[in-house]
């Protein structure tokens, strides 16, 4: 259990670390990274943690993706919360290392919304739900592992990333926002980025039990 939940731990804080320090650095180096940069470091990076610690924990790294895989049946109720506690304490570990490496930056790369509250939630259901869909019809159990599972999932986020992140910031994990918002103070619509991945989730694995008849389906 403690190798799985440091697993957790480890993979969220490398997600975070390196998805927002991109943004960090394209903002201090005036674009230099790019938008197309961003969205490719978060595909990538969680492409290299799923290969690496899909394994081990299942490189859930999203509490939105626990509970949904707890939700099919697929992941004991009894591991649920100490799950999302080592991914929440990965990202704000994570958080906190930007913001001493990048200490002024006013956002941290935090996720906030750009075209309107209730627009950035339906797409944050939305986005969360086709990552999910995804992911449970690749994973084992509920573990992503493997090369494959690497792909399709690091693939998925990094194409949502690239045409919703201008909008909402793309976030589909409570994480990965939260630890930003706390570092930088930007907690006015946190709660879009904590709800809507979740439901998007769970919406995926009620829409798998319609679809086929899979473990997920049970």
Known sequence: MF?????????????????????VVNDISQGMVTHVGI???????VLAVIYTLGGISGAHINPAVT????????????KV??????????????????????????TYGATLPAYGIMQTFILEVILTFILMLTIINVATGAKEQGITAGIAIGSVVALEALFAGPISGASMNPARSIAPALISGQWEVL?????????????AVNCCRCL???PCCR
Do not use: D, M
């Open 3 to 23: 190798k799985q939940l440091f697993s957790e731990f480890l993979g969220t804080a490398i997600l975070v670390f390196c998805g927002t320090s991109a943004i």
């Open 39 to 45: 969205a490719l470091v978060f595909g990538l990076v």
């Open 67 to 78: 509970i949904a895989f707890w939700q099919a049946r697929e992941f004991p109720g009894h």
């Open 81 to 106: 919360i100490p799950y999302i506690i080592c991914q929440i304490s990965g990202a704000i570990f994570a958080s906190t290392l930007v913001y001493l490496l990048f200490f002024g930056h006013p």
């Open 191 to 203: 709660w879009v980025y904590i709800t809507a991945p979740v439901i998007g989730a769970c919406l």
């Open 212 to 214: 086929k008849n899979s």
